[in-house]
């Protein structure tokens, strides 16, 4: 089966770096997406590791362990804009579905 | 290029009825798949549909359905509803749907009273 872990909320402030941590056990890993998602609004792309490492995007990274079964998604000089949910989502090798955590809820405070 | 469709954004229904949300993907893109979304339970997933084909399928209940058209335009079916029905219904493209980003659209809020 899937389990994938992520902190329910987080609160930061604007300018400051904040990370947000997802652990996930899966039966065959195919790869690690993070959305972000507004209130109201549509999950949109943020970032796709497959191979262990650092993807850097801008003001937005993510990084992968596949030993430890670790991601997480730093988030650089924060702005007001970023307060949302934020989705890390596990691709299963096996079924080819896409299975995602709860969810974590950033809020940015000035 | 326009994004996914979903029609209505919001619905209210009551217990025993059924309800029909529909779904345009983007352009080309040929794989759909859905998703509901409550605040306690995230993003669970509920079928995906490729070239008219149901490829993989959650853990939900029978009453849930879809089936997609020749034009990739997709569509659910929740028959006898219950208020645990209640949710954010999402619905996501992708070119071939195999390991790809999935593009979202902004949903269907259904309320079930």
């Known amino acids: 089966g899937q389990n994938i872990d992520q902190p329910t909320e987080m609160t930061a402030t604007e300018g400051a770096i904040v990370q947000i941590n997802c652990t996930y056990q899966?039966?065959?890993?195919?790869?690690l997406f993070w959305y972000q998602q507004h209130a109201g609004e549509a999950p949109t792309f943020l970032s796709y590791?497959?191979?262990?490492g650092l993807e850097e995007k801008g003001r937005f990274s993510s990084f992968l362990s596949r030993s430890k079964g670790y991601s997480y998604l730093l988030l650089k000089e924060l702005q007001m804009k970023d307060s949302a949910s934020y989705l890390c989502?596990?691709?299963?090798?096996?079924?080819?579905?896409?299975?995602f955590g709860t969810g974590t809820r950033l809020q940015v405070f000035p | 290029k326009a994004g996914v469709t979903q029609t209505p954004r919001y619905l209210i229904k009551t217990r025993g009825q059924q309800v029909t949300l529909s779904c345009s993907p983007i352009?080309?893109?040929?794989?759909v798949s859905w998703y509901q979304q409550t605040p306690g339970q995230g993003l669970q997933f509920l079928f995906e549909?490729?070239?008219?084909?149901?490829?993989n399928k959650g853990n939900f209940p029978g009453r849930f359905s879809g089936r997609q058209f020749s034009n990739s335009r997709s569509e659910m079916n929740v028959s006898t509803l219950e208020l645990g029905d209640s949710a954010l219904y999402l619905c996501?493209?992708?070119?071939?749907?195999?390991?790809?980003?999935?593009?979202f659209g902004s949903g269907t809020q259904l309320s079930v009273l």
């Open positions: 996501a493209s992708s070119l071939q749907g195999k390991g790809e980003k999935l593009f």
């Open positions: 549909y490729f070239s008219e084909t149901q490829r």
């Open positions: 352009s080309g893109h040929r794989s």
């Open positions: 899966t039966s065959g890993f195919n790869g």
């Open positions: 590791n497959v191979l262990d």
């Open positions: 989502a596990v691709r299963d090798r096996g079924s080819d579905k896409l299975i």
